[in-house]
């Protein structure tokens, strides 16, 4: 019986077969790839920075708030950490509260966190801020005992009066105090009320304000890890 196939055919057909075999081994190679990337990313362990705008980095492109800081220079250091900015502008300690949970789906090896600000500025009552600073902490602390925490403290101008804006600034270190973890005494120094390193609003600071604030926290971070 003669073979339904001829030369031609059969050169075809073995250069079909030999594409697709290409074509797989490529695609496991690059599967295979992916894979060992992800399994470098899970590996690494995770910084969270949790607060409002000026975590969020307003105004300025992310790379340069301080956070993002923060990642370039673990970078450059070959350090094996992951920042993750949890920063959302307008952000209340309640509102942090509430939102928190869908941060701790895994564990972050350092937590910062830096809220506050938005209350003292809309003059809530520091009875809540105080509260809800405390519940933040007793929830990272709860889901992950082995979490170190950094306070970021804040201060805010006299808007409120002396005594609200005195009382405000005394809830972070007695928070860090009760809670024993470390604390900053205040995130914005050599940066708030400064025009040169503020965006025109005079609150969120600019890249190079962001700069100041990254150095700020640097000492507290590199000891954390």
């Known amino acids: 019986m003669k073979s339904k196939f001829n030369g031609v055919t059969l050169v075809l057909l073995l250069g ?3 594409l697709l075999s290409s074509c797989g081994s490529n695609t496991e190679k690059k599967e295979a790839a992916a894979g060992e990337q992800a399994t470098v990313a899970t590996t690494k ?18 790379e340069e708030s301080f956070a993002g ?17 949890g920063g959302l502008s307008g952000e209340t300690t309640a509102g942090g509260l509430s939102r928190l949970d869908w941060f701790l789906e ?3 090896y350092l937590f910062v966190l830096e809220l506050g600000g938005n209350d003292g500025l809309r003059g809530i009552p520091l009875t809540e801020t105080k509260k809800n600073l405390l519940a933040i902490v007793d929830k990272v ?5 082995n979490t170190k925490i950094i306070l970021a403290g804040m201060q805010i ?3 409120m009066g002396k005594e609200y804006t005195e009382e405000f600034k005394a809830i972070y270190p007695a928070v860090a ?5 470390e604390l900053i005494p205040f995130l914005l120094e050599g940066v708030a009320g400064n025009p040169d390193l503020n965006l025109p609003d005079g609150i969120h600071p600019t890249p190079e304000g962001h700069r100041i604030v990254m150095e700020t ?3 507290f971070i590199s000891k954390a890890l």
């Open 45 to 62: 362990k995770t910084i969270l920075f949790f607060g409002n705008s000026l975590t969020a980095g307003y105004g300025i492109d992310p």
């Open 157 to 159: 101008p006299p808007n």
């Open 177 to 181: 105090k009760e809670k024993n973890i």
């Open 106 to 108: 895994e564990e972050p």
């Open 217 to 219: 926290l640097w000492p």
């Open 141 to 145: 602390q709860a889901k992950y005992p």
């Open 69 to 85: 800081r923060i990642q370039s220079r673990l970078d450059s250091l070959k350090k094996e950490f992951r920042v993750i900015n």
């Open 16 to 18: 079909i077969i030999s």
